[in-house]
């Protein structure tokens, strides 16, 4: 079966700081990656989606970007936090054809301060 | 465009009543795929079930049900006899058949179970 891990859980870092998230999925090849975000009481934001290693869209610019260095590993990174980066970041997975369900990791929850 | 609304922000029931979550979207597809996830407190999305346009078939799993009606675009959620560990968001979403989907959620609605 497939398994998505993300870490770390929780993650409280300053203002300026870099980041790095990362994601991995077991049991599957080829998957459809995704990173979203959500900010305290509110919906989804879809940051990033990659469909293979190297391949990266971005759906909002702002102060995050993402890469894919492994089919199964996907990494959500920033060279200096903004407060406003504070949130929820959920990586999700799909098979990669047509219009798969999503499947959510755990998540890490980032406090910038 | 698409577009996903749960007009229902926060709901509270008290153990053991029935409770639906709405949900009503909008599309150009002829084809296209709904989902319901729950998020309980700890934070992931546990996904419910997937439905595609073509299937107007109503779902029923344990005390979970499911009503889509193409003709009022609505995708609804009931659960019977609800428990405490109901108690979660949760969020109704929408994509298309592309190879890549996007998926437009929902703002998600709150369902407190009191006991």
């Known amino acids: 079966s497939q398994t998505i891990h993300q870490w770390p859980a929780t993650l409280v870092q300053p203002v300026g700081s870099p980041l790095s998230l990362e994601c991995t999925v077991e049991?599957?090849?080829?998957?459809?990656l995704y990173w979203y975000r959500q900010a305290a009481g509110r919906g989804l934001q879809l940051l990033f989606y990659?469909?293979?290693?190297?391949?990266i869209s971005s759906e909002v610019p702002q102060n995050l970007s993402a890469s894919r260095p492994q089919d199964r590993q996907f990494i959500l990174s920033s060279k200096k936090l903004l407060l406003s980066d504070s949130g929820f970041y959920l990586c999700?997975?799909?098979?990669?054809?047509?219009?798969?369900?999503?499947?959510f990791g755990p998540g890490t929850r980032l406090t910038v301060l | 465009a698409q577009k996903v609304t749960q007009a229902q922000t926060e709901i509270s029931v008290v153990e053991k009543e029935d409770v639906t979550l709405d949900c009503v979207y909008e599309?150009?597809?002829?084809?296209?795929?709904l989902f319901w996830y729950k998020q309980p407190p700890s934070g992931e999305l546990v996904f419910l079930i997937r439905?595609?346009?073509?299937?107007?078939q109503n779902e029923i799993s344990g005390r979970y049900s499911w009503n889509f009606q193409k003709s009022t675009s609505s995708f609804n959620f009931t659960i019977t006899a609800s428990q405490v560990v109901d108690s979660a968001v949760y969020f109704c979403?929408?994509?298309?058949?592309?190879?890549?989907?996007?998926?437009?959620f929902g703002t998600g609605t709150k369902l407190q179970v009191i006991p």
């Open positions: 999700a997975w799909s098979p990669g054809q047509g219009a798969d369900t999503q499947y």
């Open positions: 049991g599957t090849s080829n998957p459809n």
């Open positions: 990659s469909v293979g290693i190297g391949q």
């Open positions: 439905r595609n346009s073509f299937d107007e």
């Open positions: 599309t150009r597809d002829t084809t296209y795929y």
């Open positions: 979403a929408l994509t298309n058949s592309g190879g890549y989907q996007k998926v437009t």
